[in-house]
């Protein structure tokens, strides 16, 4: 049978783009794509990438009350949101722009619309037009989930909450992931009223207990209340702001209502299922190690199979696919050891296991040290950093390591090198510290905070 192209993917976000071109421009295959959005993705359009240029400008404040402490006058006339607001706008629309150039350099043609599986060859467009292909990748991503309660389309989302027309003087933030915690420290360091509700113990959950419990110290030592154990209950419009009442009987107004409660596969009406490919429970592609789903012909990355929502991830799962697929190279996705940064305020940078993952595993020592980084305490800021490794009794191996401090992210990214790697210990005990850094604690813990 002759195919229209070799492969068609569905979704322009990272993993698709990449897996599109890769295989266009490097494997000389023919290649379509579709997409009913903007091109980029969540990443790019509504996810890692505004949301780290809106840390960016949360950040400054407190930095210019440090400059002040370092003998700078400064003056601050406050924050301008639509003057940041269309300058982001404008980096968006850039950086899409170099996506769409990047598919067209590569020769893969696109097609500006929804695309749905119409058997296991066959893509459906919006416009009702049928393409075949050999290989169909599926890329479309996650989607956030608002709770099934009354008057929740009240609340905005992640998706919404780059466009706001004005800064909101209060703010609910409802959940304790990654994404809703990264938003309370935006907005509170924007000077707008944080209240987070998180109904869990303590927010970050999966994330190392002790890490994730500095996260939380120093957010409400920043000034966001955060009530865990606490969930919403009911929701109005009312005294020209929504009207909050929650489980611990509180009730307020708030200017803006975000919900961050949550994300699922994009898979509603893609007709998968009808083509035979098989879904899980909360609707996400099940794959196997090569990223094929259960109809040989069909494949499926990124967030939609819920394995690792990571950008890097799906881009790396791309890779992989077109190794396998195009390359004669059967390549599995490899999920171990994965470095990964939530930028929170403190920022946390974590790869490997936690402390609780690793004691489920057999003996460990734990070497820890939490202290008062210079540049802040200079400044008379009480912040409190956490430097954690945690090592395998038995073969001395770093399995995990977690850095709670002010750019962390850039740290983990080069500890994660180590643990992948398989280090010691010893190895990292015999690095002479970069003095003086932060950092420099990584490798200068001498003695088991506690074994277990």
Known sequence: MAFDYDLFVIGGGSGGVRAARVA?????????????????GTCVIRGCVPKKLMVFASEYAPAIADARAYGWEIEAKGFDWPAFRGHLEAELDRLEGVYRKLLSNSGVQTFDQRARLADPHTVELADGTRKTARHILIATGGWPVKPEMQNADLAITSNEVFHLDNLPKSMLIVGGGYIACEFAGIFNGLGVEVTQYYRGAQILRGFDDEARGLVSEEMQQAGVDLHLGTNVIGME???GGIWIKATNGTEKVFDQVLFATGRAPNTADMGLEEAGVTLGRRGEIVVDGYSQTSVPSVYAIGDVTDRMNLTPVAIREGMAFVETVFRGNPTPVDHE?????????????????????????GPIEVYCTSFKPMQTAFAGRPDRVLMKLVVCAETRRVLGCHIV???????????????????TKEDFDRTVAVHPTMSEEIVTMRAPVRRG
Do not use: H, N
């Open 405 to 423: 401090a002010p750019g962390a992210g850039e740290m983990i990214q080069l500890a994660g090198i180590a643990v992948k790697m398989g280090a």
């Open 24 to 40: 266009a421009g490097e494997a000389g295959a023919k290649v379509a794509l579709a997409e009913s959005s903007r091109y980029g």
């Open 237 to 239: 419009r009312r005294d």
């Open 337 to 361: 050891c994965v470095p990964t940064a939530i930028f929170t305020q403190p920022e946390m940078g974590t790869v490997g296991l936690s402390e609780e993952e690793a004691r489920d595993r």
